[in-house]
């Protein structure tokens, strides 16, 4: 549909005397616009993005892509054409929704009223076709996200993938494996990585200020929403929602509204429930903060976590309670608490505790310490943000992406950081479901001496797709 308009906005790659041409071409048509709008850099330092799934977390990631003065967003893609009863009746979300977003604002950012720029795509292997797209950012529920990223990583593209990064261990171990592979540039979506308040606090943990650590504790929201019980009905599939697209490599499953958009998140088939949805940002704060980016713990045992009762169509737990172990003993306990958030760090002469809004300490002053310059730094997503907002960590979160994506150079939360913090999270709820200790290797990523749990490190996925 706007093969016509494409040609207006200089592809990244393309060589300068190919853009030259295009521009004198474009300088005669009325509804073209100059390339200067999109910002100082050069035509071929612009990033050109596809945008795969346009439900809720894409409301934030959509316009935080859009306001960076380097990126054009060329494509929207989802399985969904446009419908209320996400998150809150109030979001229209799918791709119709998000292309017009995106064609409403490179509108008024150029001004030329009938632009129409962005493409929409159900299925994704045709944005991952396109060579003008540089990178993608997949916000799609996690069973489709290491398929996605492994199909993206052989196409050439970036990626930008929302946590939890993988459904799986062994997913996500292929992510690596793809990324790597292709030398592609990966950042995980878990933003508490920028924020400067996070930062200060896992550097004050690594640098010794609360002396040795001896615990961390994380917490987990509590489910948002309440699925049907025992005996739900199936509810027909509405119209312009391609069901079996999204269902892809999951099993065949009937159809019911709170099994997909924004609660597939409480299905195993789909998600691992407030453990991954949660548990990918506060156990992510715990791996940074005590220094285990390259390994999970070796044990994990349930501590009483409630599941729905058989038979519901939400199955992961209503009450997350796991205690797992590093090899070195520092134990981790992951609960649902109410009122409780974020991540405390326990060490033999104080503690850290960062709850998404902000750092607390004990002693107080302790958060107040600055960290000398032959003092361990973590990496900085933007050294120029210094207050401390939700907002910001996806701002600084997505720029520090895109910087990689320019400098080639890994952003703060690569594919291996992404994988092993979502696997924290699944042998988390291994433990819980099995109700059993397990043990794992980290360097074989073996569960030991246990084959039904072993198992569950990996999913089959329905064909025609696999891995
Ligand atoms: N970083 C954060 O703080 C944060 C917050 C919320 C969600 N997320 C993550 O974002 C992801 C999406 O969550 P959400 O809340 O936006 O869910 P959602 O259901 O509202 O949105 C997902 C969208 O993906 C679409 N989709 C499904 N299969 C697809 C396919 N094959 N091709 C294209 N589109 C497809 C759906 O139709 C839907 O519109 C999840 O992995 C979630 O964990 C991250």
Redesign the pocket.
């Known amino acids: 549909m706007s093969c016509k308009m494409n040609v207006s906005f200089p592809r990244r790659r393309m060589a300068r005397r190919d853009f030259l041409r295009v521009s004198a071409a474009a300088a005669s048509l009325p509804w073209l616009v100059p390339a200067s709008v999109f910002g100082a850099d050069a035509p071929s330092e612009r990033i050109h993005v596809g945008v ?7 409301t934030l990631d959509i316009p935080t892509f859009l306001q960076q003065p380097d990126v054009q967003v060329l494509a929207v ?4 054409t446009g419908s209320h009863g ?2 809150s009746p109030k979001q229209f ?2 791709r119709k929704p998000a292309q017009e977003l995106v064609n409403a604002y490179y509108a008024k950012k150029t001004g030329a009223a009938g632009y129409h720029g962005c493409d929409a795509y159900v299925d ?1 292997r045709e944005v991952l076709g396109r060579k003008d797209i540089d990178a993608v950012v997949i ?4 069973h ?2 290491g398929l996605m990223t492994i199909l993206a990583a052989e196409a050439g593209k970036d990626i930008y993938c ?3 990064m993988s459904l799986s261990v062994r997913q996500g171990r292929a992510m690596v494996e793809a990324v790597r592979k292709h030398q592609r540039i990966l950042q995980t ?3 508490y990585r920028s924020s400067p308040a996070n930062r200060h606090g896992c550097e004050l943990v690594r640098n010794g200020r609360i002396g040795k650590l001896k615990r961390i504790r994380t917490w987990v929201a509590e489910n948002n929403a309440v699925g049907p019980g025992p005996g739900w009905k199936p509810m027909p599939v509405p119209e312009g ?1 391609d069901y079996d ?2 269902l ?1 490599p999951a099993p065949m499953a009937p159809y019911h509204l709170d099994r ?3 609660r ?2 409480f299905i195993f088939d789909y ?1 691992g429930g407030q453990t991954t ?1 949660f548990g990918c ?1 506060a156990n992510d704060i715990a791996q940074w903060g005590s220094g285990y980016d390259d390994t999970v713990p070796v044990e994990y045992e349930d501590l009483g976590a409630e599941f729905p009762p058989p038979g519901s169509l939400f199955n992961t737990p209503i009450k997350v309670a796991f205690r797992a172990r590093y090899a070195n003993g520092v134990e981790l306990i992951c609960q649902t608490v109410p009122h409780k958030d974020g991540c405390l760090f326990e060490g033999t002469e104080g503690s850290v505790h960062f709850d998404y809004n902000k750092l607390t300490t004990d002693p107080p002053a302790l958060k107040d310490s600055t960290i000398g310059p032959n003092e361990l730094h973590l990496p900085v997503s933007n050294p120029n943000r210094m207050e401390n907002s939700r907002r910001n960590y ?1 701002i600084d979160h997505v720029r520090n992406f895109l910087n990689s994506v320019k400098s080639r150079k890994d952003p703060v939360e690569p594919v291996e950081v992404g994988h092993h913090t979502a696997a924290l999270c699944h042998l988390g709820n291994i433990a819980m479901r099995l109700k059993r200790k397990i043990r794992f290797d980290p360097q074989k990523e073996q569960i030991l001496g246990d084959e039904e749990a072993d198992a569950m490190l990996d999913r089959t996925l329905r064909a025609p797709w696999h891995i």
């Open positions: 795969i799934g346009n439900g809720n977390q894409a893609c989802d399985v969904n996400y998150k979300l799918g994704f916000i799609t529920p996690d489709w996200h929302e946590k939890p979506g878990s933003q929602f697209f999204w892809g997909c958009l924004y597939f998140r998600s949805n940002h996806i």
